[in-house]
């Protein structure tokens, strides 16, 4: 059993990480670049025993935490801090003060509940045999900045810092139950692909289509084919979303267009169906688009891998939910989210899980609440301690039993 004060510990400081929490939700920021957010963090967490490293190309930094209990391995715990440019509509007292930019994702409550862990093993630093690195991270929302900064060797080792063994994160989850703790081993989220097809044919005039070679038709026909491609070349056990969400052409109604612009998004859960798929797209548009005499350029923009979880570190985080909250706070999920995250970059290099957490307001109908990405997502910040102390309690666990 985890040492038995810890959620106790979570929720004595509560009014701490809620503090936190509000405080980056007012003051939004986008991208790569968090400066006010990190700062912000860096108070809250100032005199606490933690040495920091901080980027160069983001504003992404890690605070290490060495234990007093002797020599052991590193455990590596991640938040993200960046926002969505979308509006607030939660008529909260600390809504967005920045007009179009919202932490409609729960980065904010991310955020908090990794500084309110960093609290709570600081607490016990002279009991942990190890390190305990925090990831503070920019750039979640398709900017990649997990994959920044690994590459700036944030994350490795060096003198006086272990190399991560384990690696854990939690996601919010507002249209589940209060308190539920969610995951799986294997593939958790999915990859997440960009696509662009440009359809070239040639305009004219909307009443004599035949002088001109019209792509809007074979656009069309490229958008149906698609999901035909997706029921009939693809394995249904492993399965791929393939979705066009956005078709431009053309400038008056009375115009045929030169060109036809179809966009959208690739998910799969395999490596070997996402590059299979990258052909696969390539090849039904530009056939479908020469024989009807015009021609199609695809360009496919790679987004985050699949989220893979190693089966050590779910087991390891449900045996910690369940020591914490109860027999029934942990569920297995039954099949992958074909959303994606890119924590899926640390556990590429690292073996280690995410988590779900369930943060909908006890007693309302969870199911139909606005969920993440909603301009009315809302947060029940009574959930904030257990994550705090489920991140907490992951560490401690690896550090004092490893994988067993």
């Not at 929490?21 to 108070?43: F, Q, S």
Request: proline fraction near 6%; aromatic fraction near 6%.
């Amino acid at each position: 059993m985890l040492h038995e004060h810890l959620l106790e510990g979570a929720r004595a400081i509560s009014g701490e990480i809620t503090a936190l929490r509000r405080a980056i939700h007012a003051e939004p920021e986008l991208g790569l670049e968090t400066p006010k957010t990190l700062a912000k963090v860096r108070a809250a967490l100032s005199g606490l025993p933690l040495e920091w490293r901080e980027g160069r190309s983001t504003s992404g930094a890690v605070a290490l935490l060495q234990g007093g209990g002797g020599a052991g391995p590193t455990v590596l715990l991640r938040g993200d801090m960046d926002a969505l440019p979308m509006p607030e509509e939660t008529g909260l007292e600390f809504a967005s003060q920045v007009p179009g930019t919202m932490h409609a994702c729960g980065h904010d409550a991310h955020t908090a509940m990794l500084a309110g862990a960093v609290q709570l093993l600081c607490e016990r630093k002279d009991s942990l045999k190890g390190q305990v690195l925090f990831m503070f991270q920019p750039g979640e929302e398709g900017f990649h900045g997990a994959k920044f900064m690994l590459e700036e060797g944030l994350l490795e080792g060096g003198e006086g810092w272990g190399a991560p063994e384990a690696a854990f994160a939690l996601h919010v989850m507002p249209n589940a139950r209060h308190g539920q703790v969610a995951g799986r081993a294997g593939a958790l989220l999915a990859s997440a692909d960009k696509f662009e097809i440009r359809i070239d044919g040639r305009g004219g005039h909307g009443a004599m289509p035949h002088h001109g070679l019209d792509p809007v038709p074979v656009a069309c026909e490229v958008v149906m084919a698609l999901q035909a491609l997706v029921a009939r070349q693809f394995d249904a056990h492993d399965p791929i979303v393939a979705s066009v969400t956005q078709i431009e052409a053309g400038t008056a109604h009375n115009v045929i267009p030169d060109f036809a612009m179809l966009k959208g998004t690739l998910r799969s859960l395999s490596a070997r169906h996402r590059e299979k798929l990258h052909a696969a797209l390539a090849q039904l548009a530009k056939g479908i688009a020469a024989a009807h005499g015009a021609s199609a350029a695809v360009e496919i923009i790679p987004g985050f891998p699949v989220t893979y979880c190693d089966p050590r570190a779910v087991d390891l985080g449900e045996t910690v939910a369940r020591d914490l909250f109860g027999v029934a706070a942990f569920r297995r999920l039954d099949q992958p989210i074909m959303g994606a995250e890119d924590f899926s970059y640390v556990l590429e290099k690292i073996p280690g899980a995410m988590f779900f957490l369930g943060v909908a307001h006890e007693g309302v109908d969870w199911h139909n609440c606005p969920a993440i990405h909603s301009p009315r997502m809302m947060v029940d910040e009574a959930a904030l301690p257990h994550g705090a102390a489920l991140l907490a309690g992951c560490a401690v666990r690896f550090l004092e039993q490893g994988w067993e």
